[in-house]
């Protein structure tokens, strides 16, 4: 099993127990799902009938994305100016890095995260936004969105700003 931790932070951001997906060279989608958590009550992710469900969150549980509760990840918000300002910090601590430890992957990062963070840009309302649990402003941001279906919630992840740990 892979665990992904922040480069900058050492938090830990997620796992190859959820589906990962590399896209572009760049960024990875991680699916993810709504589960419903009760106090005292486990919810392994099993999809719950929606009758179940609506019984299980008037009975005082909450309904909570995994990837959030697994990881600890903390909600935070920002708006466009502030998200391109932090974003302009970390890929600039990002690079540094990367040319530290993997030099030759410098170039192709900037131009890969030049055209991704234009795509950001552009559906920035789609997005929430999470850091690690330390809640470091220096670290990465994960980006929660919804597939075309409008119900599907997935993290993107950059990359770069991650390290792989085989536990």
Do not use: H
């Not at 959820?18 to 960024?27: E, G, H, N």
């Amino acid at each position: 099993m892979l665990l992904y931790s922040d480069i900058i932070t050492d938090d830990e951001m997620f796992s190859d127990a959820f589906p990962v997906k590399l896209v572009d060279d760049i960024v990875y989608e991680v699916d993810c799902q709504m589960i419903v958590v009760k106090e005292g009550d486990v919810d392994i992710g099993a999809n719950p009938s929606a009758e179940e469900q609506q019984e299980a969150l008037e009975d005082g549980a909450t309904q909570i994305n995994n990837v959030v509760l697994s990881f600890r990840l903390q909600s935070t918000s920002f708006d466009k100016k502030s998200f391109l300002g932090y974003l302009k910090g970390y890929m600039k601590a990002v690079k540094t890095k990367l040319a530290e430890t993997n030099p030759e992957r410098v170039d192709a990062f900037e131009k890969s995260a030049q055209n991704f963070a234009k795509k950001l840009v552009a559906n920035f309302k789609d997005y929430e936004f999470y850091t690690g649990e330390s809640m470091n402003p220096d670290g990465m941001v994960a980006l929660l969105n919804y597939r075309e279906d409008g119900v599907t919630p997935y993290f993107t992840f950059w990359k770069d700003g991650l390290r792989e740990v085989k536990l």
